[in-house]
């Protein structure tokens, strides 16, 4: 599976951004997706995951309630939307794809995105 993101950029605090991640090369509905963050110096972690049908969807606390992850399977395609940016959301963002029925939450998957870069100002 090859992964393309996109749709990162700047934007003051307290805006939104939109991200997209579209997948190609085997069947997309097989596969649970996630979205990753890496800061500066910091460790890759969980943001948000959704199963292959869009049926369940888990995020990381600190982005509950302002992001929201969602699919089309019609379309090989991921999105994450961003509300209520903060300046500590800033990060390169990554998709990710696992051959899973389930959410997976760990950054145990088996293809990932170039990453998105995501700056918040203050």
């Known amino acids: 599976v090859q992964l393309q993101a996109s749709g990162g950029g700047l934007v003051q605090a307290g805006g939104s951004l939109s991200l997209s991640c579209a997948a190609s090369?085997?069947?997309?509905?097989?596969?649970?997706m996630g979205w990753f963050r890496q800061a500066p110096g910091k460790e890759r972690e969980f943001v948000a995951a959704?199963?292959?049908?869009?049926?369940?969807?888990h995020y990381a606390d600190s982005v509950k309630g302002r992001f929201t992850i969602s699919r089309d399977n019609a379309k090989n395609t991921v999105y994450l939307q961003m509300n209520s940016l903060k300046p500590e959301d800033t990060a390169v963002y990554y998709c990710?794809?696992?051959?899973?029925?389930?959410?997976?939450?760990?950054?145990?998957?088996?293809?990932w995105g170039q990453g998105t870069q995501v700056t918040v100002s203050s």
């Open positions: 959704i199963n292959w049908s869009g049926g369940r969807r």
């Open positions: 090369g085997r069947t997309f509905s097989n596969y649970a």
């Open positions: 990710a794809a696992k051959s899973s029925t389930v959410v997976v939450t760990t950054v145990n998957y088996d293809y």
